[in-house]
């Protein structure tokens, strides 16, 4: 079974190859050909029209659009990621700072919203064929209605403004030394034994990431709902019910067991919107993760950012997606057997 999962693996891997290779095309070419001059906005303003050009040759901007992109590609497989023009620095070690943010805030808004999704999608399937469904089921498209920046001015202003009882800036209170370990907060702080950091950490990236969690979760409980009630039609429900077993009983080791599966599959694909969300939520919340960092970029026509940010967005997206298509295979003995 390890050797077939791990041959399905390496398929989804080969797969997402040349999907990586035409969106870095697709983000290089089109960076290329935007009506604006990156050479220009690296000089000072007072620069003169030879030195724009100078500064043209030294960025390859004066080159064939497709031999800069087999450059860009040849510096990427060699780990040089480029140099910031306007941070005058690595662009490689900015995204190391910054996605380690990201994706623990990313991570837990997905914790909370499958969470959520979950225990809503069994609690509207539990009252099915009642006037508490239908409540519940209006809920759910008003929240699904709207999306996860409303819904972090909304958290903001009620749990940060009126109420002050959580933080709603940055990611760490400043009186606070923050440990380095590997990049990850919350693990730092457990790592360099750090409770009042961790707690305060924690607190911060509580309204950013139920922002995004509660965003997430009504598609999660309307898969998982729809999934209960064609699970609900199988023989093995009946059996179940003549053999005695409570409803609840039913519900939590029958049919969850065997419904969850469309629900995680569509999870993964929750967390890599999810995972492209973060950006608006990280402006709002002055949240200092990859989202802050490509807006400074696009201000600033900083190419070398955009192209690694952009290509690291899809870099996770596919890590997730190959995870979860993983963890489907593990589950569902049937796929293994193609």
């Known amino acids: 079974m390890t050797a077939t999962i791990a041959k399905l693996v390496m398929r989804r891997f080969l797969v997402a190859i040349p999907t990586l290779l035409f969106v870095s095309i697709l983000l290089f070419v089109v960076l290329r050909i935007l009506p604006v001059d990156p050479a220009a906005m ?65 991570v837990m808004g997905m914790i909370l919203g499958g969470g959520l999704g979950l225990c809503g999608g069994l609690l509207i399937f539990y009252f099915r064929d009642t006037r508490t469904e239908a409540a519940l089921d209006v809920g759910t498209i008003a929240v699904l209605s709207l999306p996860d920046f409303l819904w972090a001015l909304f958290l903001m202003l009620v749990f940060g403004v009126v109420w002050q009882i959580l933080p709603f800036t940055g990611r760490l209170s400043p009186d606070l030394d923050r440990p380095v370990v590997t990049g990850f907060l919350l693990l730092d702080t457990l790592i360099t034994g750090q409770p009042k950091t961790f707690v305060n950490a924690l607190y911060h990236m509580i309204l950013p990431a139920m922002a995004l969690g509660i965003s997430a979760a009504p598609p999660i409980i309307r898969v998982l709902r729809s999934s209960l009630l064609d699970t609900y039609q199988e023989d093995f429900i009946h059996q179940a019910r003549l053999r005695g077993l409570s409803e609840r009983r039913i519900l939590l080791r029958h049919g969850l067991k065997n419904a969850i599966l469309p629900t995680l599959s569509l999870m993964g694909v ?23 960092l490509m807006v400074d970029a696009i201000r600033n026509t900083d190419l070398p950012i955009i192209q690694t940010v952009g290509l690291t967005y899809c870099v996770m997206v596919l890590l997730v997606s190959i995870t979860v298509d993983s963890l489907y295979l593990i589950l569902n003995p049937k796929l293994r057997a193609r």
Request: glycine share 12%; charged share 10%.
């Open 42 to 106: 690296s000089v000072p303003p007072n620069a003169t029209l030879a030195e724009i050009e100078r500064m043209r040759e030294q960025m390859g901007l004066h080159l064939p659009i497709p031999q800069q992109y087999l450059i860009w590609l040849g510096d990427l497989l060699r780990g040089d990621f480029g140099t910031s023009t306007h941070f005058r620095t690595g662009v490689a070690g900015l995204v190391a700072t910054t996605l380690p943010a990201t994706i623990e805030l990313a």
């Open 270 to 292: 929750q967390f890599g919107f999810l995972f492209g969300g973060t950006l608006l939520v990280e402006i709002i919340f002055s949240y200092p993760g990859m989202g802050n």
